[in-house]
């Protein structure tokens, strides 16, 4: 299994119940795509981008580490294209670290 860095940016200015729902919808995505979330944290709150992204300003950053085979990844991003709340992700993969 490999491991991955998965970014994905919510408006900021949603209320935080619904921002809490996507993470349970993406945290449930995961759990079902046979991925295995090893950290799950809020990285910027409120962060103000570069441009705007579906007429937002102002986005939520949150980073999961995941360990899953290529194709779990697949469909994890499959899930996060279709889900209209999310603005953007990215899914990363690490480099194995052994020396």
């Known amino acids: ?3 991955y860095e ?7 200015h949603a209320p935080q119940a619904a921002r809490d ?7 449930e995505a995961a759990s079902k795509s046979d ?5 799950s944290q809020v990285w910027l709150e409120r962060h103000r981008m570069s441009f705007p992204i579906k007429k937002v300003w102002e ?6 580490n995941i360990e899953a085979p290529m194709a779990a990844i697949n469909k994890m ?3 996060l294209r279709l889900n209209e709340q999310i603005l953007r ?10 020396a």
């Open 77 to 79: 991003q499959a899930f």
């Open 35 to 39: 991925v295995k979330v090893i950290n």
């Open 6 to 12: 998965l970014v994905y940016i919510v408006d900021a």
């Open 59 to 64: 986005g939520t950053y949150y980073l999961l």
């Open 21 to 27: 729902e996507i993470t349970k919808q993406v945290t």
């Open 1 to 3: 299994m490999n491991r």
């Open 89 to 98: 992700f990215l899914a990363i993969r690490q480099e194995n670290k052994s």
